[in-house]
């Protein structure tokens, strides 16, 4: 599964309204991240800025901690970066690839749910 959040220039818009947007789809991509990462997915992340002051990609893979991940650290910095960008004011996307991994196969959405 592939979601793709595009967090958008406020200039020239309505700017609370705008702002509002941006906070809310970037809340959904980290509960995204952080569900999936819970549940035992491989996730590719992409983050891809379109600042006219600075054009910024950032691309990592999250691996899920039974196959050796980077745990909560790796998690956090990703939000961290999402915060940060959003703070800024910037205009990026998101890029969240959920992939299926043996773990997250072998749990029931029960099971899966459940943790």
Same mark, same amino acid.
């Given at each position: @599964?592939?979601?793709? +959040?595009?967090?958008?220039?406020? !200039? $020239?818009?309505?700017? &609370?309204?705008?702002? *509002? =947007?941006?906070? +809310? =789809?970037?809340?959904? !991509?980290?509960?995204?991240?952080?569900? &999936?990462?819970?549940? $035992?997915?491989?996730?590719?992340?992409?983050?891809?800025?379109?600042?006219?002051?600075?054009?910024?990609?950032?691309?990592?893979?999250?691996?899920?901690?039974? %196959?050796? $991940?980077? $745990?909560? !650290?790796? %998690?956090?910095?990703?939000?961290? @970066?999402?915060?940060? &960008?959003?703070? !800024?004011?910037?205009?990026?996307?998101? %890029? *969240?690839? =959920?992939?299926?991994? =043996?773990?997250?196969?072998?749990?029931?959405?029960?099971?899966?749910?459940?943790?």
């Amino acid at each position: @599964m592939k979601k793709i +959040y595009f967090i958008k220039d406020v !200039a $020239g818009k309505d700017p &609370w309204f705008e702002t *509002l =947007k941006n906070n +809310y =789809k970037s809340l959904d !991509a980290i509960r995204d991240l952080l569900d &999936w990462h819970r549940e $035992g997915f491989t996730i590719d992340i992409e983050l891809n800025c379109h600042s006219e002051q600075d054009e910024e990609h950032y691309e990592t893979t999250l691996l899920p901690p039974s %196959v050796g $991940g980077q $745990g909560a !650290a790796h %998690v956090i910095s990703v939000i961290n @970066m999402v915060v940060e &960008w959003l703070h !800024a004011e910037r205009h990026f996307d998101i %890029v *969240l690839v =959920k992939r299926q991994t =043996k773990e997250s196969e072998e749990l029931s959405p029960l099971q899966s749910s459940l943790n």
